[in-house]
């Protein structure tokens, strides 16, 4: 199992206040990760990365499909699947760093469940 790397959630709320274009590295790292997780091509890094930049509500598509996974990857590391992915998503909607924040909290959850080989 692919265990991925733990964030500071603050950490990057606060980059992400700064500097807005760091809540598109932060999906396209992401999207990386949850690709080796899932073990499966859910997400291709580049379009994630690309679309975002040139169509800015893509990034809105791309937070949506993230949380849709959280549920299944929360399960397949013993976890009870979440059941806040939507506001999740709202918040990402609204404030795109309050969003990432919730979801880094959640991933790390995930990836602290992942054993370590």
């Given at each position: 199992?692919y265990k991925g790397?733990?964030?500071?959630?603050?950490?990057?709320?606060i980059i992400s206040?700064?500097?807005?274009l760091?809540?598109?590295?932060w999906?396209f790292?992401?999207?990386?990760?949850?690709?080796?997780?899932?073990?499966?091509?859910?997400?291709?890094?580049?379009?994630?990365l690309?679309?975002?930049?040139?169509?800015?509500?893509?990034?809105?598509f791309?937070?949506?499909?993230?949380t849709?996974?959280?549920p299944e990857?929360q399960?397949?590391?013993?976890?009870?699947?979440?059941?806040?992915s939507?506001l999740?998503?709202?918040l990402?909607?609204v404030y795109?760093?309050?969003?990432?924040?919730m979801?880094?909290q959640?991933?790390?959850k995930?990836?602290?469940?992942?054993?370590a080989y």
């Amino acid at each position: 199992m692919y265990k991925g790397e733990e964030k500071n959630p603050v950490t990057l709320l606060i980059i992400s206040l700064i500097c807005f274009l760091f809540v598109i590295v932060w999906m396209f790292q992401t999207a990386d990760e949850l690709n080796k997780a899932l073990n499966r091509e859910e997400f291709n890094p580049m379009i994630v990365l690309i679309s975002s930049l040139i169509c800015f509500p893509a990034l809105y598509f791309w937070g949506y499909k993230m949380t849709q996974v959280l549920p299944e990857l929360q399960q397949s590391r013993g976890l009870p699947p979440s059941d806040n992915s939507m506001l999740i998503f709202i918040l990402f909607i609204v404030y795109a760093p309050v969003g990432l924040f919730m979801y880094q909290q959640e991933l790390n959850k995930v990836w602290q469940a992942t054993p370590a080989y």
